[in-house]
């Protein structure tokens, strides 16, 4: 009993932290979507994700920040921004996940970051003599992972056709 | 690094002047579509982070990490980082906390250290991100989308204790 209570106790605690920083986000990507940077942004990414993505339409824009912000390492900016594109993918899905929302949430999970700031964090607070030393082989194999989750999904959409 | 995100806001409120938008009713227009973000978000987080907490402080997570000691170790994982990998796609500080601990007591630059902090970096939370992101939209149905993130972080723990083999011992 205790112990569910202290779980949902947290999600207060995580949602009313994470509050600022997405009214500060969502409101700045609101100033980026008027000047049409947003749309600028999409339309450089368009092509790559089109090949991954076919039905992207107008989540091209969130999708694209969503994985610039979480590959330079700004992962409470890379929340609202996947939460809005999955908002927009999801619109017309009924409850089932579309190819392109499970294209989205593997490569959304499978991590490729310049630095892993909070790795590089705690190995600096525990003595680590080169807390960095981790950046290459942990880019190396988040590449290798995503190029996994990409290719399970294709095997995934090939066999559901 | 740490300059980055400055510079980004300002430039982007510059741009904003010089397309004559009024940046700051930009801003507060875009803010305040995150409460309805929010407030969808906060009862799918309660009901995830309930499952969570009552799996790792159950003990369920220790009984699963005792059973995995010699799979893990027979497949070529040091048996000291199961805890951390089977804490890892559930929450982040969690398995940041944990990856804390394993440095203090075995040393950050050990092998044991640098296994646990590359696996950590090359993997996500993913049992927790797809069932928040799902529950919040009202998908029901995830179809593949789970086996292709479990197989990818999988792929990332491998090739993470790969690379540190290769590279760094």
């Known amino acids: 009993m205790l112990l569910l209570v202290s779980g949902a106790d947290s999600s207060i605690k995580l949602c009313l932290s994470l509050s600022g920083s997405y009214l500060l986000w969502m409101g700045l990507f609101n100033i980026a979507a008027k000047t049409g940077l947003v749309e600028k942004l999409a339309s450089l990414m368009r092509r790559p994700l089109r090949l991954l993505m076919p039905g992207i339409g107008e989540a091209a824009g969130p999708v694209s920040l969503n994985l610039s912000a979480n590959f330079l390492g700004l992962g409470n900016a890379a929340t609202p921004f996947g939460l809005e594109a999955m908002r927009i993918l999801s619109k017309d899905s009924h409850g089932t996940a579309s190819r392109e929302i499970c294209m989205f949430l593997a490569l959304n999970t499978s991590a490729v970051e310049l630095l892993p700031t909070g790795v590089i964090a705690v190995r600096t607070a525990c003595g680590s003599t080169d807390p960095y030393l981790i950046v290459l082989p942990t880019f190396l194999s988040s590449i290798i992972s995503a190029f996994c989750a990409v290719l399970v999904c294709k095997i995934f959409e090939g066999m559901k056709r | ?169």
Do not use: W
């Open chain 2, 1 to 169: 690094m740490t300059l980055i995100v400055p510079f980004f806001v300002l430039s982007l409120i510059l741009c904003a002047l010089i397309r004559h938008i009024d940046p700051f009713d930009a801003f507060v227009e875009g803010a305040a579509a995150a409460f309805p973000m929010l407030r969808k978000l906060l009862p799918n987080m309660a009901a995830i982070l309930a499952c969570i907490t009552l799996f790792s402080g159950s003990g369920m997570l220790d009984r699963l990490t005792a059973f995995f000691y010699s799979p893990a170790k027979f497949v070529g994982i040091p048996p000291e980082i199961v805890h951390l990998l089977l804490m890892r796609p559930l929450s982040g500080s969690g398995s940041l906390s944990i990856l804390s601990d394993i440095l203090l007591r075995y040393g950050a630059d050990s092998y044991i250290g640098l296994c646990s902090s590359v696996c950590v970096g090359s993997t996500e939370t993913i049992l927790y991100v797809i069932p928040l992101y799902c529950s919040t939209n009202g998908i029901k149905q995830t179809r593949y989308a789970l086996v292709a993130a479990i197989f990818s972080g999988l792929v990332g723990i491998f090739t993470g204790i790969f690379f540190v083999r290769l590279l760094l011992i």
